[in-house]
């Protein structure tokens, strides 16, 4: 793991990057929740566990978590800081990446990804759906906008994604996958009689999550990603799937329960 400086219009921001030593290709963005910072174990443990299956992965702080205050930043501020981070992962360690984040930080990449950021997809774990106790104030709207793939794993007893939610607004988008892990909370905790640790969830999420991505027929030549010359105002153009699929192929890998 390597501590790296991440620049932005205000300063810089803290950021762990991890290469393995065969890297494989797209890399993986992974931001944080807006209750943890990058160096919250759970996220330390889904980091290495991606790294540990071949994958590239750069964690890094919003400005609010970088100056270790607990309040986070305005909308704005989050999307510049994290798009200056999908920059410096592009310049620095693979142009393809896969813009990935924990609850609030994942609800910021399908902002971004909606806005047309260069992404090849979107990885969400436990996305914010509505706050809790609020199902009526839905965060949904900018979802139709995103044509990359994306891969969102909800727990069915997270109080910020109600399952007919999940149901009603989620899984019927066409590039939406949605994992449901089974008596999982928001942070992906489930209770003792279920045989599983916590280590165990974060483990087949990070599982699940490559298996995603070696998936042919998602990847395949009919798949329209962002290249780096696209976004906004720019071009797309269809990608191969032997470019995505050289990612563990014929590994055997445990799906998410």
């Known amino acids: 793991m390597r501590t790296v400086a991440i620049p932005w219009h205000e300063g810089s921001v803290s950021g762990r990057l991890v290469t393995p030593d065969a890297a494989l290709s797209p890399g993986v963005l992974l931001a944080h929740g807006a209750g943890v910072d990058q160096d919250h174990p759970a996220m330390v443990r889904l980091r290495d566990a991606l790294a540990a299956r071949g994958l590239p992965v750069l964690t890094f702080n919003y400005p609010y978590a970088d100056a270790g205050r607990k309040r986070p930043d305005r909308q704005p501020a989050l999307m510049e800081c994290h798009r200056a981070a999908a920059a410096w992962f592009r310049s620095h360690v693979d142009e393809d990446l896969v813009l990935a984040g924990r609850s609030m930080g994942g609800r910021i990449a399908t902002l971004l990804a909606a806005e047309g950021e260069p992404c ?100 395949g030549s009919n798949s329209r990603v962002h290249t780096p010359g696209g976004g906004r105002g720019g071009s797309e153009e269809s990608v191969s799937s032997q470019r995505r699929v050289k990612i563990l192929e014929g590994t055997h890998l445990k799906s998410c329960p």
């Not at 965060?139 to 727990?155: K, Q, W, Y």
């Not at 994992?179 to 999420?205: M, N, Y």
């Open 120 to 219: 090849a997809g979107v990885v969400v774990y436990a996305y914010p759906l509505h706050p809790v106790g609020k199902p009526e104030q839905l965060r949904t709207g900018h979802l139709a906008a995103i044509d990359v793939p994306m891969l969102f794993f909800v727990g069915t007893r997270d109080a910020m994604a109600r399952p007919e939610l999940v149901a009603q607004w989620l899984r019927p988008l066409p590039t939406v996958t949605v994992e449901s892990v089974e008596e999982a909370d928001h942070s992906f905790r489930v209770p003792k009689r279920t045989g599983r640790t916590h280590e165990e969830v974060i483990e087949s999420l990070a599982a699940r999550t490559v298996e995603w991505l070696t998936d042919r027929d998602r990847w």
